[in-house]
């Protein structure tokens, strides 16, 4: 790489940041009590830290990384584990058998009972505290009240709530049960919501009557009635009345009976069932384009240590942290946001539109909840953008000291903007890495520099590499993104699959043994790392290979063009086009140069191999429930296929917009 091709630095950390960080405090532990070289010979010096001799020891001693770790957070288990790693395989890797824990237990260890866990705040209720002492006595109540409707070990309870404390309560409730944790949001439709909780068989289903959304209120209670009628197993389903209070639903029991248990409506104090490594903590699903949603099975001890590690040492987060990530209970970053109570930080959360009453809605909340760690989608970020959004004019965000992005690439002009509008003395991270995982993993390094565009380092004990076809490294250039070493938080299974086959087909059909990830990535040689796109939507023309991201960054520059979607589609005689569908801003249209002026941008950003050989307009992108888009189904129903058999329109954020393929399929 030369060096007029490396992008800007946007951001370094400053000596004082970097010197007290989570990461340099573990590096100096680890070289002093594991012999680790992450300094300089002899050194233990800021300047002389090494982020990538500390990745490279942390994929390569696998073993000894993650014993560091439990170590290092002081890990509680039962009983003592018999090896950190039974076998280095994958599928199948054990870790720490023999040990017996409970996720929920380091949560509250050690908590000030005055101090506050969670701000809160959604479009009905104001911003709003729950200490410490709350959150524990809110847990235990709903705790003991599961426990009295006979709900154990192994057990699940599926959740159909909105991003309330009360669902973080009850999620760190089933957990101290060892029982099993399933949500979807109720923005989720019934079908959707079927399709996941029917897989797992749940006895206790906890909903909320309806929740308030850009304005206007939605009655979920209709869906609820449904959800009961279509999963069998559910022996209790209890209503919080979040909507309406007072609000109620035949077969249903009063939030308030389900924290009432214990003598007198006395809450207990929390207890912690200790199950194995690995048991179920929570499902979380796959978008579920095709077919069932795959239902991921993460355990209690994979999860903890995965989250141990990625919220203090790459996230950061430090004592007086307030960290705030956008999610719904349908999105992984939920768990994730759920689990920063596992450091000293404690959490925002929000339930609503975020551009309601306008685009300003969260850097408002930002403000008023004293945000220190702002987390979001990189589609937010680009709106803002877009729509001239300047989140510090008429708001003090002083508090502010770093930005997270995931969900989809950020483009190196969002990266740009947001160093625009805050500055340099602000750190940007972005990250990949997915539900998966339920972590990153690649991402965020507080003591790494921003370069535009780029994500800023592997995580540590994530083997992340760029393969050929052919299974060969590569640097500087785009491959499939592979995992070569297991990590503790990969799937202990998928429910209902007994003999594992399709979590092989999912992750390891590929390259046997290695993880496939079905994403593009390039690592350069500086360790950065940026994503293409799903790797199955790759379009390749005469042998250069083209991530969708990159399409969508030359064209969604222009201001007419709002979003996009782009598919290479096979044609009868061996040659494909490459369809561009765009949706555009108010008064623009295609009638003039705006094709021209696309083909133009495509052509000098991407390549002339990729310019589209037609484009059309939209009125909506069709997206999944957590926001992807539906590239490989709009291409497949463009070849022919029926729409049923290749996408699950319950699976989608807006179905009505799967309609417009379908007709231009039919017309050929």
């Known amino acids: ?37 992450a300094f300089g010979e002899g050194a233990t010096t800021l300047e002389s830290f090494d982020y990538d001799a500390l990745w490279r020891w942390s994929v390569t001693d696998v073993e000894g990384f993650w014993q560091a770790i439990w170590e290092y957070y002081g890990v509680r288990s039962e009983t003592p584990y018999e090896s950190v790693l039974a076998e280095r395989v994958m599928p199948g890797a054990r870790w720490f058998p023999g040990a017996t824990l409970n996720y929920a237990r380091h949560i509250f260890e050690g908590r000030d009972d005055e101090a506050v866990a969670i701000r809160h705040a959604t479009e009905l209720r104001p911003l709003g505290e729950w200490t410490w002492g709350e959150l524990r006595r809110r847990t235990a109540a709903i705790a003991a009240g599961l426990r009295e409707r006979g709900v154990g070990p192994g057990d699940r309870v599926v959740a159909y709530l909105p991003n309330l404390p009360e669902t973080v309560a009850a999620f760190y409730a089933v957990a101290s049960l060892g029982a099993v944790w399933s949500s979807c949001s109720p923005d989720f439709g019934v079908r959707s919501v079927i399709d996941r909780f029917a897989q797992i068989e749940p006895k206790v289903l906890l909903a909320v009557d309806g929740y308030r959304y850009g304005g206007r209120d939605f009655d ?57 490594f690995d048991h179920p903590l929570w499902v979380l699903y796959s978008s579920g384009t095709t ?48 689990s920063v109570l596992l450091t000293r930080a404690s959490i925002v959360l929000y339930d609503g539109s975020p551009a309601a009453p306008d685009l300003g809605a969260l850097w408002d909340l930002a403000e008023r909840a004293g945000v220190t760690i702002f987390g979001t989608s990189a589609g937010f ?19 502010l000291r770093a930005i997270g992005s995931t969900g989809s690439p950020l483009s190196p002009e969002a990266f740009a ?45 994530m083997a992340v590499a760029s393969w050929d076809p052919d299974g060969r490294e590569l640097v500087g ?61 790759t379009i390749n023309r005469g042998g250069v290979r083209m991530g969708t991201s990159e399409i969508y960054r030359a064209v969604l520059a222009l201001d007419e063009v709002v979003d996009a979607l782009v598919v290479d589609v096979p044609q009868k005689d061996g040659s494909s086009r490459i369809e561009l569908f765009t949706v555009l801003r108010p008064g623009a249209d295609l009638e003039g140069d705006l094709p021209k002026e696309i083909a133009r941008r495509v052509r000098t950003d991407c390549s002339p191999r990729h310019v589209p050989d037609r484009v059309r307009a939209i009125t909506a992108v069709p997206r999944t429930l957590s926001g992807k888009v539906l590239e490989v189904p709009v291409k497949r129903i463009l070849m022919g296929e029926s729409p049923d058999k290749v996408v699950s329109r319950d699976s989608l954020a807006n179905p009505e917009a799967l309609d417009y393929f379908t007709r231009l399929s039919d017309r050929g």
């Open 220 to 276: 979920r209670r209709p869906v609820v009635a449904e959800l009961r009628e279509a999963l069998p197993t559910v022996e209790h389903t209890v209503l919080l009345d979040y909507l309406a209070p007072g609000a109620d639903l035949e077969g249903t029991e009063p939030w308030s009976a389900l924290e009432a248990a214990g003598d007198g409506g006395a809450a207990p104090e929390p207890e912690f069932t200790p199950v194995p």
């Open 381 to 399: 970020l680009s709106s803002c953008m877009k729509e001239d959004v300047h989140p510090r004019r008429g708001r003090d965000l002083s508090a």
């Open 1 to 37: 790489m030369t060096e007029s091709s490396v992008p800007r630095v946007l951001w370094e950390p400053d000596e004082a940041t970097a010197d007290s960080s989570n990461i340099v405090a573990f590096a100096r532990w680890a070289a002093e009590h594991k012999g680790v070289r």
């Open 417 to 461: 903007w947001v160093y625009e509008e805050f500055g340099d003395d602000l750190w940007l991270f972005s990250t990949s890495g997915g539900t998966d995982v339920c972590s990153c993993l690649v991402g965020g390094t507080p003591t790494l520099p921003v370069y535009e565009g780029e994500i800023q380092s592997r995580g540590l004990g």
């Open 477 to 537: 250039q785009v491959g499939e993104l592979v995992v070569t070493q297991p990590a503790p938080s990969m799937p202990v299974y998928f429910w209902g699959d007994p003999d594992g086959e399709r979590l092989r087909d999912s992750y390891f059909s590929v390259y046997p043994g290695i993880w496939r990830h079905g994403d593009w990535i390039e690592i350069t040689d500086r360790g950065t790392a940026i994503i293409y796109g799903r790797s199955d939507s």
């Open 291 to 338: 077919g069932l949603p795959k239902a991921i099975v993460h355990g209690h001890g994979g999860i903890l240590l995965e989250q141990l590690k990625n919220l203090h040492l790459h996230l950061d987060a430090r004592e007086d942290d307030r960290v705030f990530w956008f999610t719904t209970t349908g999105w992984m970053m939920w768990n994730f946001l759920a």
